[in-house]
């Protein structure tokens, strides 16, 4: 297995796969098999979601998407190296205000105090905290502090963004907002997603793709493509349409779990 992380060429055309997962095969050396045989690729321009049942491997894969963890069998390559990642937590730096928190990845990239400074203000712009710079974590709502963190690795202009289940841990409204910037985002800013959600109709609101794992070992059952144009209507969500998919997708599902 290989994990291939590099720049694309700065002459001709980017490759339009920014990830691509071959028979991608995980064993810890505790016995368990994560994930088994899985193909995955996510094109730029795309907005990949993963939906699973608890335990079926889903942070693996972006584990192993992000170069932390190596796969055992397979091959996972990634051709860009700026991979944002944000994590169920925020887990920003308690002592650090948002200003300090969101320059923390540009500082530890080394980049001058001017320069991460300046991403910094661009970045809590774009997720809507201008005002909030001198903030500290605990003087914010569950969903600032998720968009400190979307702000963070904003700073690093990613290719790819993986998300583990960002707004899980949200209450309905503030997810349904913040589903609403992250596809802002996704628009403005061109990255292209890896996401990991419980929620069905969160996977088919904020997806180009929408693919179902089985329970442990983890394997793709189905792969719904979501026809809803981008940028997406809020609307949509109570459409005939998206409900029906989002039936095809929990179908989906609760098979793969059997
Ligand atoms: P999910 O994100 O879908 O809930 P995970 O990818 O976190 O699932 O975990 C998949 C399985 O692999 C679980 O059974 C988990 O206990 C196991 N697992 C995850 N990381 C390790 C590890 N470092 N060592 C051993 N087992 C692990």
């Known amino acids: 297995m290989t994990l291939t992380a590099h720049a694309p060429a700065s002459t001709g055309t980017p490759s339009p796969d920014l ?6 095969t995980m064993r810890f050396d505790t016995g368990t098999v994560a994930l088994e045989d899985v193909d995955l690729t996510v094109r730029r321009g795309e907005f990949v979601t993963v939906v699973g049942p608890s335990g079926c491997g889903k942070s693996t894969l972006l584990r192993i ?23 169920q937590d925020a887990t920003l730096l308690p002592w650090r205000t948002v200003q300090r928190n969101v320059e923390l990845l540009a500082e530890l990239n080394g980049q001058s105090s001017q320069e991460r400074q300046g991403k910094a203000a661009a970045a809590i712009e774009l997720v809507g905290l201008t005002g909030f710079e001198s903030s500290l974590p605990k003087q914010l709502s569950g969903g600032m502090r ?11 202009d990613p290719e790819l963004f ?33 996401f990991i959600t419980h929620s069905v109709s969160e996977a088919v609101y904020l997806s180009t793709r929408v693919v179902v794992m089985s329970g442990r070992p983890g394997h793709i059952v189905k792969t719904f493509d979501v026809p809803f144009p981008m940028p ?7 459409s005939a349409e998206f409900g029906e998919l989002v039936g095809e997708v929990s179908h989906a599902l609760r098979e793969g779990h059997r």
Do not use: C, H, K, W
């Open 19 to 24: 990830l691509d997962f071959s028979g991608v």
């Open 65 to 87: 998407a992000s170069g932390l963890e190596t796969a055992t069998a397979g091959t996972a390559s990634v051709s860009t190296d700026r991979i944002g990642y944000v994590f």
């Open 146 to 156: 998720m968009r400190t963190s979307l702000a963070r690795s904003l700073t690093l």
């Open 162 to 194: 993986l998300f583990d289940e960002p707004f899980g841990a949200l209450d309905e409204i503030t997810r349904e907002r913040l589903n609403d910037e992250l596809l802002r985002l996704f628009v403005e800013q061109q990255f292209a997603g890896l």
């Open 232 to 238: 997406r209507d809020p609307d949509i969500r109570y």
